[in-house]
């Protein structure tokens, strides 16, 4: 992949992040939670779903890849959790 296609890719997952973690944000201030359809939310831990409990010194790709996601999406209520706290200071 060339770096332009690169860079483009890395703008448009990054704007898709900042927009979840605004929508999420602005959903725990007004309800206090989020959706139970949304995968992990706030308290719950995510699973991987590959029926292994131990991955082994070397994860397969289908764990590294659950295991980045649910990273991810921890990553992203955090962001939601601390953006909503910060917004509730300065009112």
Do not use: C
Request: glycine share 8%; hydrophobic share 35%; no cysteine.
């Amino acid at each position: 992949m060339e770096n332009a296609e690169i860079t483009k890719l890395r703008g448009r997952l990054n704007a898709h992040r900042e927009l979840l973690i605004e929508l999420t944000s602005l959903l725990l201030e007004e309800r206090g939670r989020v959706p139970a359809g949304a995968q992990g939310g706030p308290g719950e831990d995510l699973s991987i779903y590959d029926q292994e409990e131990d991955p082994g010194v070397i994860p397969t790709d289908g764990f590294a890849e659950q295991a980045e996601f649910a990273s991810e999406v921890r990553a992203i209520f955090d962001a939601a959790r601390a953006r909503m706290e910060a917004k509730s200071r300065k009112s």
